[in-house]
């Protein structure tokens, strides 16, 4: 790698964007940072615009942005440019000064700055999966148009991507996996911090409880996604868009020990697993340096230390967010686009104590159902349908406000 990658980092103060910045560090030959983004953590970036050197920095909210302002010219660092608002996202994601950009905003605010990545034919690293579960096929057909390279950070999806043969590593979106011998794909999950209790015990969970995840160090959306097993079911549909595969070819196994991060099986019997200690900075290493391999700072995966490898079905009457985002997956665009919106808002209500833990797959199987025909063909349209479906959730969250203050 003579030359160094230039790197654009959307939301460098989440758990992914840190990992990021420390791979990074560790290899200040082969990687520069142009760009930082964050919603409107100031401290936070303020410490990276110190150590990286950035030359453009957004932050969206616009008193952060002039906070940041202000504390650089402080520090006599007026040479970094600091821009606000969502227009500034794509911006920079699309900036000819970056030729790589990881994709790493959680929800849906991250999917137009990606697919502008994507439209100018960068090297992208995907990290936000609602830009594929609520885009989908849009989304492919502009990684083939503009000759992207897409390359998946989800633990789960890089570590299908390591086990393929490098033919159909080299065109994700398009794959014909059941002509490299791929009978199917084997999604794991470690079933969350809840994998123990009892369907009825769930109703009182608290969020703290919900964001305490037994093996991997997440914010907290992602935590309560994967309580719920959402984010399983988020990443079973991006499974369905980056290996170009129908929901019968992939699925999904509880492993709590989460050593082996996904695996694939092949026609003749052998079946691949990819397996490491839990920790972003592996996907991520391996995408920003792919082909070659890189020193990650992750310790080598001690097999005398694993007590056992366990595996389990899905119990979805546990697990019903999971079982919801497989039946969006085969309904089309119009469900996935619309339970990614609702669960967006019920999981911030959760966090909110707004609603009881149960209450988030209520709110996202009302509101899926509520949207399930309707069509999808641009951008616009799922724009127009996110927008949509999260009014009629925060219309569900209201009436569960009122019928919880007339049962008291």
Same mark, same amino acid.
């Given at each position: ?10 939301g460098s ?5 840190q990992?990021?910045?420390? *791979?990074?560090r560790?290899?200040p ?7 930082l ?22 932050l969206?909210?616009v ?32 900036d000819?000064?970056?030729?790589? *950009? ?15 990545a ?5 090297r ?6 609602e830009?594929?579960v ?30 393929? @043969?490098?033919a159909?590593q080299?065109?994700?979106?398009f ?7 791929v ?9 969350? @911090?809840?994998?123990h209790?009892?369907?009825d015990?769930? *109703?009182?969970v608290?969020?703290?409880?919900a ?13 309560v ?8 079911g ?9 290996f170009?595969?129908?929901p ?9 020990q989460?050593t082996?991060h ?12 990819q397996?490491g ?9 391996h ?11 992750v310790a080598p ?8 490898l366990?595996f ?20 089309g665009?119009?469900?996935c686009t ?9 999981v ?9 833990f149960?209450q ?12 399930v ?13 996110d927008?949509?479906?999260r *009014? ?17």
């Amino acid at each position: 790698m003579a030359n160094k990658r230039q790197l654009c980092i959307l939301g460098s103060t989440g758990s992914i964007g840190q990992s990021t910045l420390d *791979v990074v560090r560790r290899h200040p030959d082969k990687y520069q940072v142009i760009s930082l983004s964050a919603n409107s953590s100031v401290d936070a970036i303020f410490e990276q615009c110190v150590e990286f050197m950035p030359e453009k920095v957004v932050l969206v909210a616009v008193d952060a942005a002039e906070k940041l302002k202000q504390k650089l010219q402080q520090a006599e660092l007026e040479s970094i440019a600091v821009y606000s608002g969502t227009q500034a996202l794509i911006d920079i994601s699309q900036d000819s000064r970056s030729d790589t *950009v990881m994709a790493a905003i959680v929800g849906a605010s991250g999917l137009m700055p990606t697919l502008a990545a994507v439209k100018q034919g960068k090297r992208v690293l995907l990290a936000n999966k609602e830009a594929l579960v609520t885009s989908g096929e849009i989304f492919i057909n502009a990684v083939k148009a503009s000759g992207a390279q897409l390359l998946p950070i989800d633990s789960e999806h890089n570590a299908i991507f390591q086990c393929l @043969p490098e033919a159909e590593q080299r065109k994700p979106g398009f794959c014909q996996l059941a002509d490299s011998g791929v009978s199917k794909i084997l999604l794991t999950g470690s079933g969350g @911090p809840f994998r123990h209790l009892a369907k009825d015990e769930l *109703v009182d969970v608290t969020p703290d409880q919900a964001c305490a995840h037994p093996n991997w160090d997440m914010g907290r959306k992602i935590s309560v996604d994967s309580a719920t097993m959402m984010n399983k079911g988020l990443e079973f549909i991006e499974a369905k868009w980056l290996f170009n595969l129908e929901p019968k070819d992939i699925q999904v196994v509880l492993h709590p020990q989460s050593t082996i991060h996904s695996m694939v099986q092949y026609k003749d019997g052998s079946v691949l697993a990819q397996m490491g200690n839990p920790d972003m900075r592996t996907p991520i290493a391996h995408a920003l340096a792919y082909p070659e391999r890189i020193d990650a700072g992750v310790a080598p995966l001690d097999f005398f230390a694993i007590r056992a490898l366990e595996f389990q079905d899905v119990d979805f009457d546990k697990y019903p967010n999971l079982k919801l985002a497989i039946d969006a997956c085969e309904y089309g665009q119009g469900a996935c686009t619309a339970l990614n919106a609702a669960n967006e808002i019920s999981v911030e209500a959760f966090l909110n104590n707004q609603i009881k833990f149960t209450q988030i797959a209520e709110i996202n199987e009302t509101s899926m159902k509520k949207f399930v025909s309707q069509r999808v063909t641009c951008i616009e349209d799922v724009i127009l349908l996110d927008q949509q479906a999260r *009014v009629f959730a925060r219309e569900l969250l209201s009436a569960i406000s009122i019928a919880t203050k007339d049962a008291k």
